[in-house]
């Protein structure tokens, strides 16, 4: 089992910048392909990116395409989100997740059923 602990968040003004990151602790990280999602009060938690064991797939949701990017440092059992050109509508509590998987699975892992464990979340706010 897989504990993960997000940080990172905070205040931007829009247009900024800011790095999430996401590091484990237990189970074998290299294992795991790793997500993000996001979740305003009263709304369902939504997909924001995904990556691979080995972070050769990435896949975006189109509200953050060609803004954010997903990495990760399976060393450092890490993984990011970065995240530019942010938005009023960026603002949200950001969670990681993490699903075991093989190697050779490249599917989209887009839906919170998707995955087994999750962190806390850390509360990221874009000011206009």
């Known amino acids: 089992q897989v504990q993960l602990v997000e940080s990172g968040g905070g205040l931007v003004q829009a247009g900024g910048f800011l790095r999430l990151a996401c590091r484990a602790s237990?189970?074998?990280?290299?294992?795991?392909?790793l997500g993000w999602f996001r979740q305003t009060p009263g709304k369902e938690r939504d997909f924001v990116a995904r990556i691979t064991r080995n972070g050769g797939s990435r896949y975006y949701a189109d509200s953050v395409k060609g803004r954010f990017t997903v990495s990760r440092d399976n060393d450092r059992k890490t993984v990011f989100l970065h995240m530019n050109n942010l938005r009023p509508e960026d603002s949200a509590v950001y969670y990681c997740a993490a699903r075991p998987t093989i190697l050779t699975d490249n599917s989209d892992y887009s839906s919170v059923s998707d995955y087994h464990y999750w962190g806390q979340g850390t509360q990221v706010t874009v000011s206009s």
């Open positions: 237990g189970g074998t990280f290299s294992r795991y392909a």
